[in-house]
């Protein structure tokens, strides 16, 4: 049984952002739990939401 990850092949990833801010100093959603510069607290919303999850919370 070939185990391709034993050789260190795995699903290629997005690579890290390059941008001027390292991904670890943004904000997680509390939604999905993914980092972007765009979480924040939003309007109506005491916790911090990415645009997609605010939208879902929205209703919109
Ligand atoms: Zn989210």
Known sequence: MT???A????????PP???E?????????VG???RSRD???RL???IALCP???RDREGL
């Open 3 to 5: 185990d391709l990850t």
């Open 21 to 29: 801010e390292p991904t670890s100093r943004w904000p997680e959603c």
């Open 39 to 41: 979480v924040r607290e």
């Open 32 to 34: 999905c739990g993914q």
């Open 44 to 46: 109506g919303q005491s």
């Open 7 to 14: 050789f260190g092949v795995t699903e290629p990833q997005d």
């Open 52 to 54: 997609d999850c605010f």
């Open 17 to 19: 952002a390059t941008d």
